[in-house]
């Protein structure tokens, strides 16, 4: 009974969309985990190569908790193997559940929430899809609207009628029951399902339109881009730079269940940049609630189209692709 899961280390855990999440490394890692960088893949020469390397790198020296992995990896050995293995490959293959999906054949409930973006809902989603021994989805939010309380006490009678049915063989009707269950947000209510992506979805295309609005219908050839200037340093409270495009108030409700993806066009006046995007759910008030969000690193924009469905295209992070800066991509 997997719960909040991260089957893929480096996209579910270090990199998110080739951009690093310090997260979990700088506080909790650091005491359960070992060493886990093999000596027998690298000598000591190469490896003080690439820690040298890394350690010029800009946004590594404008980061002193990182920097200082690698000063003294000894404090977090496991920070300093994930900044000395920015894209992803055997080191993280062999440490993701991901790789392993084909040989699982033990019955596995996967418990996430929505609000577990970068994390465990894209583990939990890839999980369901890949194991292939019976499997049950539940999709939820915790009590807290963000993580799940500690100590731990949600969901207890779910994981005991999983438990009663698989290991004391007691009848508990678990499996009479539709594979997927999802808390509807907004309305706020339960709801079975029978796959993921739903069969039912009427997929819609939205543009990005002038006047920052967000519209189904397609933009025109004459219509002018939009622009914004990023500002690192940001101080406590101020406001991140971005633009924002916003829907015609809606006339009925409207229910985005399912996955999602932003195909941007953009140029750039630097050599990289990292895109964060967010979609949020405006009241009548202008009160706005988080759905989603997603991260790319604009030289990880590399698509591996046999793995790509247009909801969901996969980014395979195994190198960067230089950026001139003024050309759109």
């Known amino acids: 009974f997997p719960v909040d899961a991260a089957p893929d280390i480096y996209r579910h855990w270090a990199y998110h969309g080739g951009i690093f999440d310090i997260g979990f490394f700088h506080h909790w890692w650091p005491q359960v985990l070992a060493h886990q960088l093999d000596a027998s893949d690298l000598s000591s020469v190469e490896t003080e190569k690439m820690i040298e390397t890394v350690k010029n790198n800009p946004d590594i020296r404008a980061f002193p908790t990182a920097y200082t992995a690698l000063m003294y990896p000894d404090k977090n050995p496991h920070l300093q193997d994930a900044l000395l293995h920015p894209y992803d490959g055997p080191y993280y293959w062999e440490r993701?559940?991901?790789?392993?999906?084909?040989?699982i054949n033990v019955p596995s409930y996967l418990l996430s929430r929505w609000t577990g973006w970068a994390i465990h809902l894209p583990g939990a989603f890839a999980a369901y899809q890949g194991i292939k021994a019976p499997k049950k989805l539940t999709i939820t939010i915790p009590e807290s609207g963000v993580g799940f309380n500690r100590p731990w006490h949600e969901n207890h009678d779910l994981v005991l009628r999983w438990y009663d049915h698989w290991l004391k063989g007691i009848d508990t009707g678990i499996m009479n029951e539709p594979p997927i269950k999802i808390l509807v947000q907004g309305v706020n209510k339960w709801r079975y399902?029978?796959?993921?992506?739903?069969?039912?979805?009427r997929w819609a295309k939205f543009y990005l339109r002038e006047n920052l609005s967000l519209s189904e219908s397609p933009p025109g050839a004459d219509e002018s881009p939009d622009s914004f200037s990023n500002k690192p340093g940001l101080r406590p409270k101020e406001e991140v730079p971005a633009i924002k495009y916003t829907t015609a108030p809606l006339t009925k409700d409207l229910e985005i269940t399912g996955p999602c993806a932003l195909y941007l066009y953009a140029a750039l006046s630097t050599g990289d940049a990292d895109w964060m995007v967010e979609i949020r759910d405006v009241d009548s008030s202008g009160a706005e609630k988080l759905v989603s969000m997603g991260w790319l690193r604009a030289s990880h924009?590399?698509?591996d189209e046999s793995r790509s469905k247009p909801y969901q295209p996969f980014h395979p992070h195994t190198r960067s692709v230089p950026v001139e800066p003024g050309k759109v991509y």
């Open 96 to 103: 993701s559940g991901y790789t392993k999906f084909d040989k």
């Open 301 to 303: 924009r590399e698509i």
């Open 193 to 201: 399902e029978n796959e993921w992506p739903l069969a039912r979805t």
